[in-house]
Each structure stands twice: as C-alpha cells, then as structure tokens.
C-alpha cells in the first residue's frame, strides 16, 4: 500500500527555522517526484515545487523560489520542505504528495503537516 | 501568471447532475486534473488527463475537456460528494497551477 506518512503539528516564531518531512513507503521512492503543496487557513491549495528523489532534480514555483528549500534523502526515503526564517504567513497546512512525473498529476497525499507561525 | 478559473459555488439536489468548469488559455493543449478535498481531509485525485478516472472513484464522477475549458462532471450527485473541488494543470512554462476551487453543495 503507498503511504505517505507527514511529520507532526510544528507551532514556532517568527524568525525560527523549521524543516518538515514526509516519508514515503509501499512504493519505489526514487522512482517518483514528491511535490509540496501549501493551504492556508480558509483558503485553496497552492503549488510550492517539486522534488526527484532519484537524482534530487528539483523545480520550484516562481512564487516559493527562495523562500523554502525542498530536498530529499533516498536512503530513508524521506522527503523535506524548510524555512530558514519563518514569517506569521506561513501558517498553513502543508502536504506532500507523489507524482509519477513532474507534470503529471499528484496521485496520492500525505495527511498534510499544520504549521503554526506566532509570537 | 498563468491562472485556472473555477466558479467558486455550485449547489445541486441530491440525484441531479453537477457540472464544475475550469477556463485556462493552456487547456488546449495540457492535461487537467481533479482533486476533492473535504472538510479537514487531503485532497484526493478524481480525474486525470482530462477524463481518466483512478480505480476506486466511483462512475458517476467523470471529466471533459474542450478548448480552453475542462469540466468535472458528477452524474447523480450525493450527498457525501460535497466537497471542495479544484482543477490543476500547468502552463507552456511548466508552471503547476491550481484552480481556486469551487465548493459543491449538494442538498
């Protein structure tokens, strides 16, 4: 069965970094992209970028470009969205989800990861 | 930047046919997909590459695309079917855009 299993609830600062994770199981994890998809409180799914595990290829929308980093570690089959400085803004509920191509579609998800940003 | 354009509400009576459109000027020529998220859920994939269905979406869901328009269609709508809904596709750049997502409400 293909699971994607995300990292736990994160409430932090403005200003602290964080890095969450989503693992990957029941398939062959370096043979699918992992993209990231953010849903802020109330509102619609936003497409942050994408990820090769296989060779760590990795392709961001424009409007993510520079403000997360998404990487990946095949060898524990684990994929990472991050922050270096966090802002109130990214509160939201972020999931992973699998796609066998990085323009095809997002064929299964994870429960998605509630980040929580206030001082 | 390139957008998806989905009406934000539609409401239908149990049993009838519920249409959801999405307009993007690249449809001609890329696929769209269909997600359903319901309240505090993931969103699951219901069509993809225009009208293909992913084994265990029930028949009465099914998909169309013409032109610069792509339709979810829900043959004999129920009440669990409501749900948000949100078309994706992308762009000649290969930009991934989701749709702004339309709320069905079926009562």
């Known amino acids: 069965e293909v699971q994607l299993v995300q990292s736990g609830a994160e409430v932090k600062k403005p200003g602290e970094s964080l890095k969450i994770s989503c693992k990957g199981s029941?398939?062959?994890?370096?043979?699918?992209?992992i993209g990231w998809v953010r849903q802020m409180p109330g509102k619609g799914l936003e497409w942050m970028g994408i990820?090769?595990?296989?060779?760590?290829?990795?392709r961001y929308s424009p409007s993510f470009q520079g403000q997360v980093t998404i990487s990946a570690d095949k060898s524990i089959s684990t994929a990472y969205l991050q922050w270096s400085s966090l802002k109130a803004s990214d509160t939201a509920m972020y999931y992973c989800?699998?796609?066998?191509?990085?323009?095809?579609?997002?064929?299964?998800w994870g429960q998605g990861t509630l980040v929580t940003v206030s001082s | 930047s390139y957008e998806l354009t989905q009406p934000p509400s539609v409401s239908v009576s149990p049993g009838q046919t519920a249409r959801i459109t999405c307009s993007g000027d690249a449809l001609p020529k890329k696929y769209a997909y269909w997600y359903q998220q319901k309240s505090g859920q993931a969103p699951v994939l219901v069509i993809y590459e225009d009208s293909k269905r992913p084994s265990g979406i029930p028949e009465r869901f099914s998909g169309s695309s013409s032109g610069t328009m792509a339709t979810l269609t829900i043959s004999g709508a129920q009440v669990e079917d409501e749900a948000d809904y949100y078309c994706?596709?992308?762009?000649?750049?290969?930009?991934?855009?989701f749709g702004g997502g339309t709320k069905l409400t079926v009562l």
């Open positions: 029941g398939y062959s994890f370096t043979s699918y992209w």
């Open positions: 990820i090769y595990p296989g060779d760590s290829d990795t």
């Open positions: 994706y596709s992308t762009d000649s750049s290969g930009n991934h855009v």
């Open positions: 989800a699998r796609s066998i191509a990085a323009a095809a579609s997002l064929d299964y």
